[in-house]
């Protein structure tokens, strides 16, 4: 099962893409919940390179790697990579209006409901937003 989730980001294009792929910045947005953190990334962005996000609770009681390797990059327009257990996911840039639109696409997993899924993505990619007006507005 594929789930849509996405934002509009009050911002130009190129500092919506430097926030998304920068590691000092992906350390700034991309946890779900206030009781969490990114306390260290790192990002290969091109095909067949990886990246590897290690998000925690901030009490140390539970944390994991969220990594994957780019298998599509259209610069400041797309990326799309797999994770390690083959889930599929595609991030899109697109120019709007007021701003940038990123719609992100992902395969569910089999440990959480769909809808669990669905809200903890969607708020990454509100803090994600968050961050990004908070930096460059």
């Not at 919940?33 to 998000?55: A, C, E, I, K, Q």
Request: charged fraction near 30%.
């Amino acid at each position: 099962m594929k789930i849509k989730i996405e934002t509009t980001v009050k911002a130009d294009l190129a500092d919506v893409w430097s926030a998304w792929i920068t590691p000092q910045d992906i350390n700034q947005w991309n946890f779900a919940s206030d009781d969490w953190h990114n306390p260290s990334s790192t990002n290969d962005l091109r095909v067949g390179g990886h990246f590897s996000y290690r998000m925690e609770a901030k009490d140390g009681s539970v944390g994991f790697d969220f990594e994957g390797t780019y298998t599509r990059i259209v610069e400041k327009s797309l990326i799309e990579y797999l994770l390690g257990d083959d889930r599929s996911v595609s991030i899109e840039f697109i120019p709007v209006d007021n701003g940038v639109k990123v719609v992100e696409t992902f395969d569910t997993e089999d440990e959480n409901t769909a809808e669990r899924q669905k809200h903890g993505w969607q708020n990454i990619l509100n803090n994600f937003k968050r961050h990004v007006e908070a930096k460059f507005l």
